[in-house]
Antibody, heavy 118, light 107 residues
Framework: QVQLQESGPGLVKPSETLSLTCSVSGGSISSYFWSWIRQPPGKGLEWIGDIYYSGRTSFNPSLKSRVTISVDTSKSQFSLKLTSVTAADTAVYYC????????????WGQGTLVTVSS | DIQMTQSPSSLSASVGDRVTITCRASRFISSFLNWYQQKPGKAPKLLIHGASSLQSGVPSRFSGGGSGSDFTLTIGSLQPEDFATYYCQQSYSTPHSFGQGTKLEIK
């Protein structure tokens, strides 16, 4: 069973860069597209982007100019960087495994709350 | 981008009731439609993929239907653990997009 675990700072100052890492266990890093999804408090889900183990990426156009996603296959980890954050970026950030056979997010991390505040 | 619209936004029902949630895509998405259940403080959980395929381990009281742009999630007989928020999500094209959610509450 694939398990994912997010890690990173829970508090980021406005205009700075949000950085999160997702550690993958119980499955091959080459088996899924590795995604980031966020959920502002009390609101719905927003897909941020994903990466394949080859390094190929895809991003939500609404965030593309501020987002970098990278993968470290040797550590079975992938990471998110979101630059120039504002209060609107305050959210629970989830990492998830997108299965290209079922075209669905099959596995999710527990999520981590990132608050943007000075 | 494809917009996903769910109805209703909230729903009150009793244990044992049969409930249906609707999801409409802003354009054709074939059967690339998934349903997730989210409980407070938890990550979403995949229930249905490909519009009607039940994810392994999900009770058979959950069923999905539809194709094209109109879809449904039906819970055949509500159990106490089913009270949660439900999201549809399209994977026909990126950016992947979700409906706004339907909160299912106990009457």
């Amino acid at each position: 069973q694939v398990q994912l675990q997010e890690s990173g700072p829970g508090l980021v100052k406005p205009s700075e860069t949000l950085s999160l890492t997702c550690s993958v266990s119980g499955g091959s890093i080459s088996s899924y597209f590795w995604s980031w999804i966020r959920q502002p408090p009390g609101k719905g889900l927003e897909w941020i982007g994903d990466i394949y183990y080859s390094g190929r990426t895809s991003f939500n156009p609404s965030l593309k100019s501020r987002v970098t996603i990278s993968v470290d296959t040797s550590k079975s980890q992938f990471s998110l960087k979101l630059t120039s954050v504002t209060a609107a970026d305050t959210a629970v950030y989830y990492c998830a495994a997108y299965d290209s056979s079922s075209y669905s997010f099959q596995h999710w991390g527990q999520g981590t709350l990132v608050t943007v505040s000075s | 981008d494809i917009q996903m619209t769910q109805s209703p936004s909230s729903l009150s029902a009793s244990v044992g009731d049969r409930v249906t949630i609707t999801c409409r895509a802003s354009r054709f998405i074939s059967s690339f439609l998934n349903w997730y259940q989210q409980k407070p403080g938890k990550a979403p959980k995949l229930l249905i993929h490909g519009a009607s395929s039940l994810q392994s381990g999900v009770p058979s009281r959950f069923s999905g239907g539809g194709s094209g742009s109109d879809f449904t999630l039906t819970i055949g007989s509500l159990q106490p653990e089913d009270f949660a928020t439900y999201y549809c999500q399209q994977s026909y094209s990126t950016p992947h997009s979700f409906g706004q959610g339907t909160k299912l509450e106990i009457k």
